[in-house]
């Protein structure tokens, strides 16, 4: 017996006639796959892309009547008309780590940017590169790969495979570690309501090793600093192989007119050890799905993730973790910080069937309000079972004490200062687990001047 985060991915579903599924039963989701798919590929690609395609014309977007979405509400993503854009002159040079100058690929508005791009700083045969520029053995491979995680039937995971044009690839061969960290920037672009569709394949081969950092932002013009409207429909299928490892920190950064749902799914072999640091401070609307399958004994999983939104910004996590063999151990840590009429929620569930045996599994997922109008919705779950494992979950919700304030005002620091220390000793948690210094930097100080915000 084993538990699959979600039906089998799309390439392998059952083949159907086009003809017979034009139904186009939500008008909305109907015109962004038009958009989207209009651009045409070729060859093995092309039928992924008509598989997704064809399975979307069948499925309507999600509402709030749906289980998983039933604090999200999506009308304000309906009513707008979007694009696709590909604009040119983009500036990414102030926002680069200098831990990653020589090592990051950068994408805008879904599209490969190499003169944007360095990547003189990797190892040999380590391939980093977009799916277009592949070397034609890595092309080949990479069909094995591309669409092939569990959690392709769902939305907009497949509006992302209909409309697939390029992806960037991160490709590690046995027993390679990858000491530099490697960035991977998706820049948002236009004057206009755009969509974008960024698409990452990771495949980290036995014994290798790598850490990786995904941005996701908005280009502002030093002359229009005003937040844009746009939408990023974001996948990321990462493979793990055995005795591998990879620490993976993603950044969502976006406008706060901005809508981001994101996917990131992890397939970990036996032994391997993968690591996510979360961070969600940007869009009006976001909305992350991670989705971790293990496929062998003994492997290592640690969920960290920190959200921090003010306004009336939405924030959605939804985490599932399938432990199908034993000895695994996962931990997840997931903190938000909600201000003004902001709202949180988060849904964590963590698998564990009779076959994981000896499974180690924890979950906590703590909660700051900054106002009295903030709201959180969190339901973490554990669905166990076998009989002989340690498994804990739980949910904290608090304000900051006044009892704290007071003591830390009573040693001479005002009320404002004590609340911001307060709220980076909260987020320090989080960030102090990512493990390239100066993006922890950058990440502090956009932490101070949200509380300004708040």
Partial sequence: MTISVSPSPIPNSSE????????????????????????????????????????????????????????????????????????????????????????????????????????????????????????????????????????????????????????????????????????LMFIAAGDVATISLPRCLVVVETGAQVTLVEEYKNHQDAKNAKEEVYFTNAVTEIFVEENAQVNHTRLELDSTEAFHIGKTAVTQARYSRYTCNAISLGAKLSRHNLEILQTGEETETTLNGLTIITGNQLADTHSAIALNYPHGTTQQLHKTIVGDRAHAVFNGKVFVPKPAQLTDASQLNRNLLLSSKARIDTKPQLEITADNVKCAHGATVSQLEDDEIFYLQSRGIDEQDARNLLINAFAAEIINQIPVASLRERLTQSVNSLQSKA
Avoid: C, M
Wanted: net charge negative; aromatic share 6%; hydrophobic share 40%.
């Fill in 16 to 183: 159907v006639s086009l003809a017979a599924t034009l139904l186009d039963r939500d008008a909305d989701l109907t015109e962004l796959l038009d958009l989207v798919s209009a651009s045409k590929t070729e060859g093995w690609l092309q039928q992924v892309r008509d598989r997704a395609g064809s399975w979307l014309r069948r499925s309507t977007l999600p509402t709030t009547r749906d289980e998983e979405w039933r604090f999200t509400d999506l009308s304000d993503l309906r009513q707008v008309k979007f694009s696709v854009q590909t604009p040119s002159g983009v500036s990414v040079q102030p926002e680069t780590l200098p831990e990653t100058a020589n090592s990051r690929l950068v994408f805008v508005n879904g599209s490969y940017a190499p003169e944007l791009s360095a990547i003189a700083s990797l190892p040999d045969r380590v391939v980093i590169s977009n799916l277009a520029d592949l070397p034609l053995a890595y092309s080949q491979r990479v069909q094995k790969y591309l669409a092939q995680s569990e959690g392709a039937l769902e939305v907009f995971t497949a509006l992302n495979t209909a409309g697939i044009n390029d992806v960037a690839v991160i490709w590690v061969p046995k027993n390679v570690v990858v000491e530099t960290p490697v960035h």
